[in-house]
């Protein structure tokens, strides 16, 4: 692949401005400067540099990010900043066009924390997303009022929500203190947890998302930071290898 084209599809401006990237002398390959645009490469796992920063060819992007209170998963927030402002301006710009840049894989709400996935890779966001296939999702629920093992027993054997009567259900629930429980869900309705919690006779005050499949959010990964996803990550999350 020429090297335009490589700096074109990981982000970093149209054809024209990689291309002047390359001329101007910004660009380096396996730590050799080069100004040939049109000098070709394989581009897999090709590490190379822009303006002094180090990068990494990925065919496809699968990153997690630790989401901070504070921020909407929008690309067009209403209230607060985006969580897509926490990203590096090549993430938001990769493969050009209309459909630019990833895309959170489900949603978080502004005052929601924790672990949150993100890609551009349009199976797999469909994947994680349906409920079909059952990724559970665990949360750490701090509640207003103490927990007991009633509202623990409700949460399992399913409660109605206002827009479905069908029951949902936890497929995990355990109090870890007097205020606090752990519940796993393998689908995503909208604000389910909060409506959840409510249902029981509780609210929720805090919420934070640790793990999805069995990917924990790493811990020091720090609120607004990101990372690339691993192969054995991916692994960790769906059970299934995906391109990198």
């Known amino acids: 692949m020429q090297l ?26 396996a730590g050799d400067p080069c100004t040939d645009e049109a000098m070709e490469f394989i581009a897999q796992d090709l590490c190379f540099t822009v303006q002094g920063v180090a990068w990494q060819y990925h065919e ?4 997690m990010l ?17 969580i897509y ?4 301006a ?7 066009g209309a459909a630019a840049g990833v895309q959170a894989v489900g949603r978080l709400d502004q005052d929601t924390t924790g672990l949150l996935l ?9 994947r994680m997303s349906s409920p079909k296939h059952h990724v559970p999702k ?5 509640a207003k009022h103490p927990v007991d093992s009633e509202q623990i027993s409700k949460l399992l054997a399913g409660v109605v929500l206002d827009d479905d009567p069908k029951p949902v259900r936890a497929a995990a629930c355990e109090q870890t203190s007097e205020l606090q429980l752990s519940l796993t869900l393998t689908e995503g309705k909208y604000h389910q947890v909060k409506r959840m919690i409510a249902a029981v006779g509780n609210r929720v005050e805090g919420l934070h998302r640790s793990r999805i ?20 990550d991916l692994l960790s999350i769906s059970g299934a290898s995906v391109k990198k």
Do not use: M, N
């Open 118 to 126: 993100l890609s551009d890779d349009g199976k797999f966001i469909h």
């Open 138 to 142: 665990v949360y750490d629920v701090t």
């Open 85 to 88: 402002t926490l990203l590096p």
């Open 66 to 82: 630790h989401k901070p209170a504070g921020y909407e998963c929008s690309q067009k927030p209403s209230t607060y900043p985006s």
């Open 60 to 63: 496809k992007a699968y990153l």
């Open 4 to 29: 335009q084209e490589i700096l074109f599809s990981q982000g970093f401006g149209t054809r024209r401005v990689c291309a002047g990237l390359v001329q101007q002398g910004f660009v380096t390959v």
């Open 213 to 232: 499949g069995s990917l924990g959010l790493p811990a020091d990964l720090q609120p607004g930071e990101w990372r690339w996803l691993t192969a054995q």
């Open 90 to 96: 090549p993430i938001r710009q990769r493969g050009g």
